[in-house]
């Protein structure tokens, strides 16, 4: 009865998320970052990062999710990410090769900075994979938001 | 050689899934665990005996690997297989906005 | 002709369909000119690579610099270039068409971003020399195509694109297990050192077990007979710029050419798996012709004919001599050519008059003349009437079965031959000729870029025929003497690695 007149979820939840959503968020960006030394990279990192958003989106309910990122900025954010990708494949034409490694060649092992290009593909395909999943969860919503009112 | 085994049972049940049900629901569910068996086939192929994770640490000395290709490869068929039942997932709620049912069966508008 | 060209086949579609995604919802105009630009750079860049195939005959790209098979490679060579060809002409006449077309629908931006992304993933399954590459763009064109499909969210694109999307994925499993399987035996996914290495290793039924997933899988997106029963709900659903596309180029990428490249070059050809080929042409043609002649729709008619047609290539490639491959190549362009032109007609009707129903249209001839004629010469093309360019892959496809000693498949494909022009006249009988309605009095023809993309698909079929003089001929011969060579495959793509 009291889910009702507010939405989301009730007291504990929503507490418990204002404590641990920034902790989501920055584990999924480690997760990205050290994509070259642990297990991980782009792809999980970024369906963590999703995950931060729609952990709140689920707790407080869509409008607050939307006002921290709004769907057209997910939308911008999604395309900015795949052509970050392209683009550093792109410039892999100036050492002669598509996707050649031509940024940091000769790193020392188990260090951050190095592997070459790998770190900023893990940037760029988490952009992409984040904001394309939230975007497609936000979008889900709407679809049962609109079920619901008819 | 049993492992194998198990892994194609678990596809034949994803096929009996979306041969059988007359749900849409369950007939996505079953194509994504036709997905699952197929990826589990795929990492399990990539074991060598003895082997342990292909990952280099710091400061130990790691003398027998398993393959890290296939696990690149089932990297990108799980990512494959998230947008194939996300597209899914979107047809069958605009099925419903359309038909007002699940049942496959009452799906049929078009035939000959 | 540098080799450093070759990446520019998936970076240009790609390229173009995030920059879309990212500024097409600030106006329509911004859409049309991208990707319109894209398909023609595409189209320049394809007819290059035909033009000027270094004398070797072979261009391979290593991505990144590695060596494959340590590497992924991209592979040029004579089928290669023939079916850059054949996809990137037909995928820039119909962008052409969809400006006009394509106003009819919403978002427009959302359109050209999936169609860009399918034209990425067939131009990546020509191009690449690797097999999980092959995999992966496959996916990346089916899953664009699944959308594209319901593109028009009524009630019967959602049904059909969730059938054509639990088959698809299916049949995606089914080559993910395959080339699992392959990959275990030969511990390597290079195209040329799969093929290396099972000479080295020897036959053992497990290739058996390969080939039979492998022809369901491709099977299944090449529409073969057992496997077709997407189709017909699928390709009429999708809006008119997608049938064609659809019909036209996809299902001969994504099944015809993989099928060809797995079985020719990296499996090895046997008789056994020949005749497979053939007996599932020969099925294809007659399941296809039968049950067209029986459709009141007229999109649902061409879906059945191409059913019937992809049979005759199969067919074709089934029979094995140079005479056969070298007919069902040149029936693999035409097919393009004219099922492209035949789906953009029903498209020009359904957009004129608002229907697609036989029984409903009559008489267009007086109010539609540039599409009355264009779907006259389509119809007389796959009919196989002489001298248009349907006639003439037909004819080489059965003097090389009679060659062959296949009498009785050589008199069924000419049986086939008249269904089809039966049906196609009944198609150009019940919808341009006869009593106009009174109800479609008022219409008018379509505008400029349908008619243009039309007039140039049409002025095609009629030069098609000369493709087979001996100026032109190499175009469609290179093709034919990489999937002659077969395993010579491996050694020809290792020598031409720098």
Redesign the interface.
Known sequence: MKNNKEPGMTLIVKTITRLTVGLILLYGIYIVLHGHISPGGGFAGGVIIALSFVHLMLAFGREVALKKLSQAAASILESLGAIMFLSIAVLGFLGGYFFLNFFLNKGRPFSLFSAGIIPLCNIAISLKVGAGLFAIFVVLILFKGLGEEE | MSVYFLCLILFCIGLYCVLRKRNIIKIIIGLGIIEYAVNLFFVLIGYRAGGRAPILAKDQVVLNMVDPIPQALVLTAIVIGLATTALMVAIAIRIYEKFGTFDITKIRKLRG | MNH?LL?LYV?IP??AA??I??FGKISKRICDCLANLATFFLLGLSLLAAVYKPLTGILV?????WIPPIGICLVLDGLTSFMLVTVNLVSFLVTIYSISYMEKYTDKWKFYTLFMLMLAGMNGIIITGDL?NLF?FL?IAS?AS??LV?FG????E?????KY??MG??A??FI??GI?LL??YTST?NMADISRALDIKGISPIISFIAVLFLAGFGLKAALVPFHAWL??AHP?APAPISAMLSGIFIKTLGVYALCRIFFNILGISQNILFIFIILGIISQIVGAILAI??N?IK?MFAYSSISQIGYIIFALGIGTPLAILGGLFHLFNHAIFKALLFLNSGAIEYSTGSRNLKSLGGLNSRLPVTASTSLIGSMSIAGIPPLNGFWSKLIIIIAAIQAGYFGFALIAILVSIVTLAYYLKFMGFTFFGKLDTALLRIKEVPLSMRLSMLILAIICVLGGLLLIPQFRPFLESAANVLLSGKGYAGIVFGAVK
């Open positions: 450093n990446p970076i790609l390229g995030f920059l995604s990212l790209y290593k991505v990144g610099g999980f992966v996916e899953i699944y959308a319901a969210t009524e009630r019967e959602l049904e059909a694109s969730f999307a639990v994925s299916v995606s499993s993910l297990l699992a990959y275990s996914l017909p709900d659903s029986a459709q729709d649902r």
